[in-house]
């Protein structure tokens, strides 16, 4: 018997990730969500994915755009995970408050980020309820620092062994 929605999510939340927030930009505005649904695909060419709900204010910005950066945040990057997250106000998922700069895309690099991947768009592919964007990584940058990384619902860092 399949799980239901419930136990799929409890199960799932088992699987400690990093925390990225995916940027795009189209017609002058900048939009980012977190997401935690970013994989690296392929060295050659160099290719990550990134599943984006369908339902998500981001996701059409996003499809238009044909460019985002995945920024992959640092331990005290959460409260930016939680703004980018939510959708309580009007605009919750710009970036004019948020210090970042442009990367060679345009797409927006987030200060502060543990590394970042700028991508174009190469293909899209339906799955469920997401759609599943496969980006060519056309420029990459990381700097010093710690992971933010989610487990179980919770925020958490990273004991090296």
Known sequence: MSPSEEEFRRVMGRFATGVTIVTTALDGEKHGMTANSVTSVSLEPMLVLVCVDKAADTHDILRRAGIFAVNILSADQAHLSEKFAKK???????????????????????????AYLDCRTLAEHHGGDHTIFIGEVLDAGQSAGEPLLLYNGRYGGFEPA
């Open 88 to 114: 309580e106000f009007e605009n919750a998922h710009g970036l004019d408050e948020i210090p970042h700069h442009a990367a060679a895309t345009g797409a927006p690099v987030i200060d502060g980020c543990l």
